[in-house]
Each structure stands twice: as C-alpha cells, then as structure tokens.
C-alpha cells in the first residue's frame, strides 16, 4: 500500500530516553509501520479482503436500522428540525480564532458548542444510518475492491492489531457514536470498550445495540470538553477514536488526561480530519473549499498532522506511526460512492415531499446533507485535506 503522507518520526528523548527503551520503541515502530501482521481471526474469509466471520456478525440488520431511523426522523418536531438547522453555525468558526467563537457564540460559547452538537448529532446519526455510513464516518480506502461498509470493517480490524487489543482488555472509545464500531471491536477480540459520547440519543442506542449482541461493552455520556474524564488513573489497556478530535477544544489537555487513565505500555489509535501541506489559507478558491466542507463532515477545528504529533509527544506519547491510511492517500472514491447514494436518495425523498406522502422537513434535511460533497472530493483530489490521518502513538512502559 502507498502513502502520501508518511512522517517519519523521531523519538522524543525524557521518558523513553535510555538504551533498552529506545530499541524496543524503534522495533515497535518498524512493526508498527510494517502494516497488520494478522493475528486475528480470518476464518471463513469473504471476498478475498481477509474479513471474517466475527467481522460480519458485530455488524446491524441494514434493513432494521433503516426502518427505525427513517421512522425517528419522520416524527422529528419542528423545535428539532429548527435546533439541527441552527447547529450547523459551529462549522463557520474555528477553535483558533476564540474572538470569532465568541462573537458568534457569547461569552460561554464552548457551552453553546455542546448543545448545537447535540442537537446536529442527535439527527444526523439517523441521517447517516439511512445509507452505508450509520458509523458516521467514511472510511480510509483500504481496498479497491471493498465497500464503504467492508472498507469500515478493514480499518477497524487494522486499529485492532495495531493497539494490541485481546481478551478482557479494556479499552476506551472517545466519540463513541451508536457503538457500532465498539460491537466490532469486542466482537473481533473479547476487549471490553467503554464508549463516550456527548449525544445521549446516540449512547442509549449503543447500549441497547451492545446489551442485544450480549457483549460487556460500557458507555457514558460525557462531553470530553469537560474535564476530567469519570476514569481512575492506569485505568485502560488501549484507546481509539475516530473522525471526533476537530470537535476538541484543547488537544493538549485532552491527550494528557488520555496519558493519565492509560496504562504504561498502552497503544493508541487517532484516525481524522487534517490539513494537509497543500492548503493554502491565502488562497481564495482554498477558502471557500474549507467553508463548504467543514459543516459537511462536522468539523470545528482544522488540525494538522503535525499538531496532532506535537501535542501527543508533549503529553508523553511516543509516536509509532503517521500516515494517511487510504490507498494513494485518496479517499474520493468512497467519497463519491457515499455522496452518488444520498444524491440519488435526495431525489426520491423531494419526490415523495412533493406528493405529500413525506413531511416537509424530510426536505430541509436531505438538502443540507447533501450540500457540498462534491466539495469534498475536490479537495481530497487537490490533496488539500483528509479525513484518513491515521496515527498511532503509545505510552512507554
């Protein structure tokens, strides 16, 4: 697999400093970087993409999930519709400008950012889940040949092997969502994941998700702009998240108190959103690119990966890997299949509207999610951004 965007990375002296440590992380690293040694199970294989059963099962019924979410957003209330509309103001402001923010927002604004993401979250998780993205993410291309689902479940069996994940660990998923990847993960090894989420919409479904699959899965509401998280220290065996740290107010307090409830010798994985060298702030056609797709994808900051390692290595991680984890370092084409289905559903949701067979707001809502994806693609084409930064870090022994 190429990558175009492969940060070697030197090791921080201080806490990993002396000879022994520094071998083990080196090798750690070159194993690391080496890609998925495939050490989980592989049994009945389908398609030839190295998924197996226990893939396939930790998996919802597309049809169910369906059903009950287009039945929730058909009996949305107008105060809801309203709330989710207004939510999108968040994605025009960025963390960085705090004037801005608080222009915007008032005085209390990281509050205010907590209820618009309720609100945006709490109905485009069931947006999402009409299509192949009920995760809400869309996944690094790791194969050519995969869908966007199967393409999900190849990352997410990547992150495994790549912290280490077994029997009865415990490990911790920051912006959990529906727990559907924390299904795949237990699933997939006998981990038990505690997931977080700001929405309690969203972490009522992950347990009720978890508790039908009988798996020992936890999940919390928490806002993890609010500190300290509800864990004691050396708490957990590993961490991942997925597509939620632009919603992060303080990268360096997060990944400190991350540093805290992990064990020593703990591996973490961060895929997400970043700037890339290629994007210009100067540049107008740039500019407006940003403006269109970030209240699209639901991003409020614009990291770097470079940000990203900094703040890790500050907190004390050491960084074992950097890198865009789609193929050519182009997510576009899962992009354009994801943004091609909900155009083609956009067109038979205006037609129902239209009869009156559909409420009105069905309208409202199928125009702004499909507002700008091809907005997105461009920008991934240019290389200008990504949403598959994948990096894995670790906390020394």
């Known amino acids: 697999m190429h990558h175009s965007e492969n940060h070697t990375i030197p090791l921080p002296t201080g806490r990993a400093s002396d000879s022994s440590d520094y071998d083990a992380l080196t090798a750690e690293k070159q194993r690391i970087s080496a890609g998925p040694s495939s050490t989980l199970s592989t049994k009945k294989t389908h398609s030839g993409l190295g998924l197996s059963h226990l893939d396939r099962i930790s998996q919802p019924n597309r049809l ?50 907590g209820e618009c993401l309720k609100a945006y979250y709490g109905v485009m998780n069931h947006l999402c889940a009409l299509g192949d993205v009920e995760k809400m993410y869309i996944p690094p291309f790791m194969n050519k040949k995969a869908t966007v689902l199967e393409n999900q479940l190849l990352y997410e069996r990547a992150v495994a092997e790549a912290i280490d994940l077994k029997k009865g660990d415990r490990v911790l998923d920051l912006g959990c969502g529906r ?5 795949h993960m237990a699933t ?25 699959r009988g798996l020992r899965n936890e999940f919390v509401v928490q806002d993890f702009n609010t500190l300290p998280l509800p864990f004691a220290n050396n708490s957990f065996d590993a961490f991942y998240q997925i597509q939620a740290l632009s919603l992060c107010k303080d990268l360096g307090q997060l990944f400190r108190e991350l540093y805290r409830v992990l064990k020593p010798g703990a591996k973490i994985s961060l895929l997400d959103w970043v700037s890339l060298p290629g994007y210009d702030p100067t540049n107008s056609e740039h500019l407006e690119l940003m403006r269109r797709v970030k209240p699209l994808i639901g991003a409020v900051g614009t990291p770097t990966p ?32 994801v943004d091609g ?20 707001h069905f309208k409202t809502l199928i125009n702004r999610l499909c507002l700008d994806g091809q907005a997105f693609v461009k920008m991934d084409k240019m290389r200008l951004i990504t949403t598959s930064y994948w990096i894995v870090a670790m906390k020394p022994e």
């Open 64 to 113: 169910n999930t369906f059903k009950s979410s287009f039945k929730y957003l058909y009996d949305l209330t107008p105060q809801q519709v309203e709330d989710f509309m207004a939510s999108y103001v968040i994605y025009n402001l960025d963390w960085a400008d705090e004037e801005q923010m608080i222009a915007a927002l008032g005085p209390h604004y990281r509050k205010k950012v």
């Open 179 to 183: 727990g559907r990847v924390a299904a």
């Open 188 to 212: 997939l090894t006998g981990a038990n994941v505690t997931g977080i989420n700001i929405d309690p919409n969203q972490v009522a479904q992950a347990r009720e998700f978890s508790a039908e």
């Open 306 to 337: 470079a940000i990203f390692e900094q703040e890790l290595e500050d907190a004390g991680f050491v960084v074992l890997k950097s890198e865009n984890a789609s193929v050519g370092g182009l997510q576009a084409p899962l992009i354009d299949r």
């Open 341 to 360: 289905y909900f155009r083609a559903m956009r067109q038979i949701i205006l037609g129902l509207v239209k009869m009156r067979v559909l409420p009105a």
